[in-house]
């Protein structure tokens, strides 16, 4: 089949075989960003390692991915439905860190030393693939060698005095030696192209296999060449949720047809169990009126905390319920102690508000919450003590040479312009 389309590409300049018209077209299917129900989508960088290939598993929606403010930020993998999603929560949404990380895990075990016989094999197929084109051009050589001494002895058994005649077959003579010679060149051609191709060296191919897992999970590892092989070994990978046991089920749809299924624990902090919700009517008892009504609708949408029509709480449905409670508004002036968020204290403290959290998470800056996933309450009095002045020390201190000049640039550097 190979020297068969090497013979009609030669003649045919214009032809291509079937294989790499469905190659064309699935570069198309996955270039095509616009519609909702098409194939997997190429990878086009970013952070996420399975960036077009995440697919949603109960509506079969492609999941895009979503980054945070800053590089700190995680990313994560969200399936927004249909249109009447909108304003209502979505499909699914998980966090891309441990997904991706279980999904290298396997990718690095598939590239192992079954893997690389699996190329070496393939090398030796492509090896015999090129020895057949070879064959197939001898062949077709030797044919147009009969032709031409056929021709050249037609030619000289010819009465010379019949000129057209021997015109004519001089003529097929000649076409026939510059076919020979045609012949000839694309042989010569071949057999350098094939002298050029590197040799498939064993022992070094295994070698790869045993240190990958060092160069993957390398510090300066270049995630687009990740992301490629993760696209040459995966055809899809199908995403859903099991809230029972608050894990994500993971299956893979490795390109040579064979499936594998991971189960990923889902991180548990600042969210309620499904069965100890708590009613909104008790949550705003407890922080209405301690802090603004648009920061309540964000506390209660992160607890899941749902109304009665399920959709998203707002700053309006929050005032209605308040107001419906007796409530009063919330009032900076009636605190009597002065607090600040975390991220006026990131503001005052010169360091980022991950940096505030890990402080809180260590016990060095002492902070309040009314409820669970609620704004965190500081006391300025604390931003003074020496223990959290050494906790913010040792933060700055971790800072790369370059901070200052990384502070300083405004502009944003695009490819190509």
Same mark, same amino acid.
């Given at each position: ?21 469905e190659a064309n077209q699935q570069l198309i299917s996955e270039n095509t960003h616009m519609q909702r129900r098409t194939d997997r989508k190429s990878a ?63 990718i690095v075990e598939a590239v192992s030393g079954h893997a690389v016989e699996a190329a070496i094999k393939a090398a030796e197929q492509a090896a015999k ?53 045609? #012949? ?9 192209? =094939?002298?050029?191709?590197?040799? @498939? +060296?064993? $022992? &070094? *191919? ?118 419906? #409670? ?9 605190? =009597?102690?002065?607090?600040?968020? @975390? +991220?006026? $204290? &990131? *503001? ?70």
């Amino acid at each position: 089949m190979a020297a068969w389309n090497v013979l009609l590409r030669d003649h045919h300049p214009g032809y291509i075989s079937w294989e790499e018209f469905e190659a064309n077209q699935q570069l198309i299917s996955e270039n095509t960003h616009m519609q909702r129900r098409t194939d997997r989508k190429s990878a086009r960088g970013g952070r996420a390692l399975l960036t077009g290939l995440v697919r949603c598993a109960r509506c079969g929606r492609v999941m895009r991915v979503f980054y945070g403010s800053s590089f700190a930020r995680p990313y994560r993998y969200h399936c927004r439905g249909d249109d009447n999603h909108v304003g209502g929560w979505l499909c699914i949404g998980i966090g891309g860190l441990r997904i991706d990380k279980a999904v290298a895990v396997q990718i690095v075990e598939a590239v192992s030393g079954h893997a690389v016989e699996a190329a070496i094999k393939a090398a030796e197929q492509a090896a015999k693939a090129d020895d057949d084109v070879r064959q197939a051009l001898s062949h077709e050589l030797e044919g147009a060698h009969y032709e031409a001494s056929l021709e050249s002895r037609r030619y000289e058994a010819v009465d010379p005095t019949k000129r057209l005649v021997a015109r004519e077959l001089e003529a097929r003579w000649n076409a026939a030696l510059e076919r020979v010679a045609q #012949l000839e060149e694309r042989l010569k051609k071949h057999d350098a192209a =094939t002298a050029q191709r590197p040799k @498939v +060296d064993r $022992a &070094a *191919l295994m070698t790869l296999a045993h240190d990958l897992p060092s160069v993957w999970n390398a510090p300066g590892a270049d995630i687009r060449t990740k992301q490629r092989i993760t696209h040459i070994l995966i055809r899809e990978v199908l995403i859903d949720l099991d809230d029972a046991t608050n894990e994500a089920v993971v299956t893979i749809h490795w390109s040579g047809g064979r499936h594998t299924e991971l189960r990923v624990a889902r991180v548990r902090t600042g969210r309620y169990p499904a069965d100890r919700r708590p009613n909104p009517v008790e949550v705003i008892r407890k922080i209405g009126g301690h802090w603004p009504d648009y920061q309540v609708a964000v506390t209660m949408n992160r607890m899941r905390c749902k109304p009665a029509d399920g959709k998203a709480w707002t700053t309006v449905r929050v005032r209605e319920l308040r107001e419906r #409670l007796g409530i009063a508004p919330f009032d900076p002036a009636s605190k =009597t102690e002065e607090m600040i968020t @975390v +991220d006026k $204290a &990131a *503001l005052r403290l010169g360091i980022c508000v991950g940096s505030i959290y890990k402080l809180i998470r260590q016990g060095v800056l002492p902070a309040t919450q009314l409820v669970p996933s609620a704004p965190w309450e500081i006391p300025v009095a604390a931003l003074d003590t020496e223990a959290v002045k050494t906790g913010v020390q040792v933060i700055i201190d971790r800072r790369p040479r370059n901070h200052r000049v990384l502070q300083d640039v405004k502009t944003l550097a695009l490819p190509g312009i």
